[in-house]
T-cell receptor
Framework: NAGVTQTPKFRVLKTGQSMTLLCAQD?????MYWYRQDPGMGLRLIHY???????AKGEVPDGYNVSRLKKQNFLLGLESAAPSQTSVYFC???????????????FGSGTRLTVV | RKEVEQDPGPFNVPEGATVAFNCTYS??????FFWYRQDCRKEPKLLMS???SGNEDGRFTAQLNRASQYISLLIRDSKLSDSATYLC??????????????FGAGTRLFVKA
């Protein structure tokens, strides 16, 4: 029972490089999310998806793109990395809020990204 | 004013102590509430939902005060393994009729032997 799996776990990028973070869940959750977490700040929502083929902007979407071609996968792309994108990135999934709130979110183990 | 506010701590308590955290939220229309636990360099994990009538899970008790717009988490008989950051999470209706989930920045707890 894997839950939410994120790859890679660590990455160092040079400014201007691109990369894709992968997220996969096996819980048949409709909703998926990408968050970033920086010291002293709460988790901030980058983008989210309410179902296969749909995406929406969160609180801090600039510099990121996402795709959800399959229900179980949610990809986060950085087209031209900047030092301000140095952070820990978490993917999460959940049932539709209101459907069964008690389960909350299930998070992946995170990706530590450093942009130099 | 932040939508969800927590005292960052740290709270330093001895083993066996009782410790309580509060979390305030600004949107009176907030719908559901949770406490998550996050260990150092790990992902957040759901600790418990917070119900209007209050709920208890072993040594942990969560309460909601809608009138004053805060939720609380009480930990009794603290263990060393309770050392972590505790995140308050609030779900509220979004501007587009959807939903919005706000995570607090967390309260750090250190339990010492």
């Amino acid at each position: 029972n894997a839950g939410v799996t994120q790859t890679p776990k660590f990455r160092v990028l040079k400014t201007g490089q691109s990369m894709t973070l992968l997220c996969a869940q096996d819980m048949n959750h409709e909703y998926m999310y990408w968050y970033r977490q920086d010291p002293g700040m709460g988790l901030r929502l980058i983008h989210y998806s309410v179902g296969e083929g749909t995406t929406a902007k969160g609180e801090v979407p600039d510099g990121y793109n996402v795709s959800r071609l399959k229900k179980q996968n949610f990809l986060l792309g950085l087209e031209s990395a900047a030092p301000s994108q140095t952070s820990v990135y978490f993917c999460a999934s959940s049932y539709r809020p209101g459907k069964d709130e008690s389960y909350g979110y299930t998070f992946g183990s995170g990706t530590r990204l450093t942009v130099v | 004013r932040k939508e969800v506010e927590q005292d960052p701590g740290p709270f330093n308590v001895p083993e066996g102590a009782t410790v309580a955290f509060n979390c305030t939220y600004s949107n009176s229309a907030s719908q559901s509430f949770f406490w998550y636990r996050q260990d150092c360099r790990k992902e957040p994990k759901l600790l418990m939902s917070v119900y209007s009538s209050g709920n208890e899970d072993g040594r942990f008790t969560a309460q909601l005060n809608r009138a004053s717009q805060y939720i609380s988490l009480l930990i009794r008989d603290s263990k060393l393994s309770d050392s972590a950051t505790y995140l308050c999470v609030v779900n509220m209706g979004g501007e587009d009729g959807g939903f919005k989930t706000i995570f607090g920045a967390g309260t750090r707890l250190f339990v010492k032997a």
